[in-house]
């Protein structure tokens, strides 16, 4: 008896599916699936062509990104997040990448002076916008309010979080340079700090608001 023969008897025994079947029945499945991705990135890709769209990837892609006020020429895949490029493509270390899933701020840069996960922000979307990672906070050797404050109170431990939480508690100040307790607490309600540091993270940012509304004041 033939391979297929048996297999002819075996499935319609009882309506049971043999393993040889049902590994047919996939491998169609999956042909079928690439066949039919295939056809749809043809499309778009034909689609974008007549529309004088151009399609970035899925190759490293010429990008240009602002960061701390200077123009950063360079080539990534479109999938790369923005603290990646900022760490591996341009050696900006100080953007941490604690959780990699927008949980724990750990990664957070200004966008615009607005504060964002850049482990969940892609690179080229970035692209245009003003970037600010915690290196552009000082001004040669003078540290930001908030940074020379963080030091003084000892607000910091391990030092993973320690970058989002300045950026978080900086971009604050911007907006309002008189916060109450109430007010920094909020701001920092999205980044985690697992050694506990909060009081002197409060404490610091309050101490650091002074001297800003100082300086704006003046």
């Known amino acids: 008896m033939t391979d297929d023969s048996r297999e002819s008897n075996e499935s319609s025994s009882g309506g049971r599916v043999t393993r040889r079947g049902f590994l047919k029945g996939a491998g169609l499945t999956a042909a079928g699936a690439a066949i039919v991705e295939c056809g749809v990135a043809a499309l778009d890709e034909a689609s974008a062509a007549a529309g004088g769209t151009k399609v970035a990837g899925p190759g490293r892609t010429p990008v240009t990104l602002t960061v701390n006020g200077s123009a950063r ?69 003078e540290l930001h309010p908030v940074q020379a404050a963080f030091v003084e109170h000892d607000a910091m431990q391990c030092g993973f979080c320690t970058p989002g939480m300045v950026m978080s508690c900086a971009a604050l100040l911007e907006r309002n340079p008189n916060p109450t307790l109430d007010d920094v607490r909020t701001a920092t309600s999205g980044n985690l700090c697992r050694c506990g540091t909060y009081p ?14 100082g300086k704006k004041g003046a």
């Open 73 to 141: 020429r360079l080539e990534i895949e479109p999938r790369t997040t923005l603290a990646d490029a900022l760490r591996f493509e341009l050696g900006l270390t100080g953007t941490k990448v604690v959780c990699d899933r927008g949980s724990c701020s750990a990664c957070t840069v200004w966008l615009d002076k607005t504060p964002v996960c850049a482990c969940m922000t892609l690179a080229v979307d970035a692209a245009g916008r003003e970037i600010t990672t915690v290196e552009g906070l000082a001004r040669g050797d």
């Open 200 to 213: 002197k993270v409060f404490e610091a940012t309050l101490a650091a608001a002074g001297r800003v509304a």
